[in-house]
């Protein structure tokens, strides 16, 4: 009768154990997602919308000079705001980019690699054809907003993801909850339980 009733303890304790490991896994797998989401939201779609405001910010001031033919800006600034913008496009080809911001981005690159090679025709031009870079300044526009609307839906989906994965932690958890009370009454039968004796 000893032995019956230490397997009945040690087979409690370990279905216990069982269920504790495997709820921490499930709830292991889904803070790694949280995280993951949170870390991609800051890095990947917060810095990426910092580094496209501060990319049309100096293409707008690239504007600016050109419609104001600003000589002053492209003898002094100019240097400045290539290298600026290279910075930018460098950093943001560190951030995750999904296949349509990819496309995207690479148009991106190319008009502005446009723009750099116009910029010289503009100013030996004494800042006259001004239409073929204003084109080209429009074109880079258009690539930033897109991009900046591509950052809020990304991170709208990565909300989604980490709202899911909490939600599964809830769940799981009250399951834990319901499943341990089921398992705590079992256990009690089963210790409390004694066979009569013929």
């Known amino acids: 009768m000893a032995f019956y009733n230490n397997v009945k303890w040690v087979l409690g304790i370990l279905v216990v154990f069982l269920l504790i490991v ?3 896994l499930i709830d292991r797998n889904n803070f790694v997602r949280v995280r993951e989401s949170v870390e991609t939201l800051y890095e990947d779609r917060l810095i990426a919308n910092d580094l496209l ?3 049309a910010k100096t293409v707008q001031e690239n504007e600016i000079a050109v419609h104001l033919s600003d000589t002053s800006f492209f003898r002094k ?11 930018f496009i460098s950093r943001y080809e560190q951030t995750k980019l999904t296949k349509e911001e990819r496309l995207l981005f690479d148009n991106l690159k190319m008009n502005i690699q446009t723009i750099l090679k116009l910029e010289p025709e503009f100013i030996n ?13 429009s074109l ?10 591509i ?3 990304e991170g709208s989906r990565q909300m989604s993801i980490s709202k899911q994965a ?10 834990e909850i319901y499943f341990l009370a089921f398992l705590a009454i079992l256990i009690q039968i089963i210790v409390m339980y004694k066979p009569k004796e013929s």
């Open 22 to 24: 495997a709820t921490n």
């Open 53 to 55: 405001f501060e990319l």
């Open 77 to 87: 600034q100019k240097e400045k705001a290539n290298t600026d913008i290279q910075r």
């Open 125 to 137: 031009s004494r800042f006259k054809n001004k239409n073929e870079i204003l084109h080209q300044i």
């Open 140 to 149: 880079v526009k258009e690539n930033l907003y897109d991009l900046t609307k």
């Open 151 to 153: 950052q809020l839906n």
């Open 166 to 175: 909490i939600d599964t932690v809830e769940l799981f958890t009250q399951i």
